[in-house]
């Protein structure tokens, strides 16, 4: 790796190469403000905000290499073109090559970039993966220095790996934007917290390990900052709450309950994932298609009466893998989603948007998944999405305002 600034947590200000490239270089007075929540939808300036949005995981991996660089902007460009407002995106990489976190507590100072594009992002602070280092790393870090572990879920429960975890969370949430001055806890363009990637807990299938962890990180980061919204992160598997849910899922459970998880006070919207062709994967595509759009209604009712908390269609996406693919499939299982989202919010029922799996600019092929959208090659699917996303901006009973929320009006 290139040279490194390293600067441990014990020696004064910390300068975090995050790489939040949603974050604009504006001043603050220009009136962009907090999203919200207000019952079960998303507001902002006491205005409904509907969105389409998109994830990028890989946005922070990609900048840190100066060469690199013009794919995010790129990126960006395209996704605004498209009408695409909300960015999700990785605020970790723990460990292994171009770490963000090389040991807990010492940081890898890269270039902070910033760009115009006004796009909100969502913010995830860790994985439950082994990608980009996740809990694996925290306890392996734990591990190495004699604290006694067990399993990778220890991550949930070790007080050593658990403060580790907060120990990140602080530095994220008070680092000072080089170019503004402002901190991240204070600027509006984050539009939410993930407190971790699709969270599981395989070591309590009953989710109580789980439960207990939500509750007291989510209570850490709104201790740091009350101006944000938070959430889990998580995929929508139901537990024990409710027993006669779980036939809803995808025949396992994985140490969440969608209901328990979610009514914590700290958490302000509920998220899911929909992947049909993973998790079902002997299963046609009307088949596979019926489960999603069970899946979507199912967690609409129960986020609208049960939780009373705004719901986003945080991960979905079609495989090019899948047998028979075509981007007429894809197209047409975009379009099922994208319908059932906008009529959902149409009527009141407390979806604020979704988050295709995911958008990619041109000369990325190592980071290709199958999910993978290029807009600027993806003509129809760029068509689909930009029509959503005409929809979703159309909601609002001031347009213009919405729009320019969405980044119409961002600097040239």
């Known amino acids: 790796m290139a040279s490194l600034l390293r600067t441990s947590y014990n020696r004064g200000s910390l300068v975090i190469a995050l790489v939040f ?83 807990p507590g010492v940081y890898d100072e890269r270039v902070f970039q910033a760009n115009k594009y006004r796009v909100r992002l969502i913010l995830s602070l860790s994985n439950n993966y082994h990608d980009f280092g996740g809990k694996a790393q925290y306890v392996n870090w734990a591990k190495d220095a004699g604290v006694p572990v067990n399993s990778e879920d220890d991550f949930y429960s070790n007080p050593v790996v658990k403060d580790h975890y907060k120990n990140h969370v602080m530095r994220v949430l008070t680092r000072i934007n080089t170019i503004t001055g402002v901190a991240y806890k204070d600027d509006p363009i984050i539009m939410a917290w993930e407190l971790m990637n699709e969270p599981r807990c395989l070591d309590d299938s009953a989710g109580i390990t789980l439960n207990r962890w939500v509750e007291e990180m989510s209570s850490f980061v709104k201790s740091l900052d009350n101006k944000h919204l938070v959430e889990i992160g998580m995929e929508g598997f139901y537990g024990d709450s409710m027993p006669e849910k779980k036939q809803l899922n995808p025949g396992y459970q994985v140490g969440t309950d969608f209901l328990t998880n979610n009514l914590i006070e700290d958490i302000d919207f509920a998220t899911i994932h929909a992947y049909p062709d993973q998790w079902l994967p002997g299963q046609n595509e009307k088949d596979q298609m019926e489960f999603v759009q069970r899946w979507l209604s199912s967690h609409l009712t129960d986020s609208r009466t049960i939780l009373k908390k705004p719901l986003v269609f945080a991960e979905f996406g079609k495989s090019k893998k899948a047998a028979g693919y075509s981007i007429n499939e894809r197209d047409a299982y975009l379009n099922m989603i994208y319908n059932a989202t906008y009529n959902s919010a149409r009527s009141g029922g407390g979806i604020g948007g979704g988050l295709v799996w995911q958008i990619m600019t041109q000369g990325m092929e190592s980071f290709y998944d199958g999910y993978e959208i290029i807009l600027s090659q993806d003509s129809s699917t760029n068509g689909v999405i930009a029509t959503q996303s005409q929809q979703m901006a159309g909601l609002a009973h001031v347009q213009r305002l919405v729009l320019s929320q969405c980044g119409e009006d961002f600097e040239r």
């Not at 998109?54 to 100066?66: D, G, I, R």
Request: proline share 1%; hydrophobic share 45%.
């Open 21 to 103: 490239l949603g974050v604009h270089v504006r001043s603050f007075e220009d009136s962009l403000g907090f999203v919200q929540v207000r019952n079960t939808e998303f507001v902002v300036n006491g205005s409904p905000f509907y969105f389409n949005g998109f994830n990028a995981y890989w946005m922070m991996h990609v900048a840190a290499e100066t060469s690199e660089r013009h794919k995010v902007s790129n990126l960006f460009a395209e996704a605004v073109a498209a009408g695409l407002c909300v960015c999700r995106t990785w605020a970790f990489s723990d460990g292994g090559y171009r770490a963000l976190q090389i040991s």
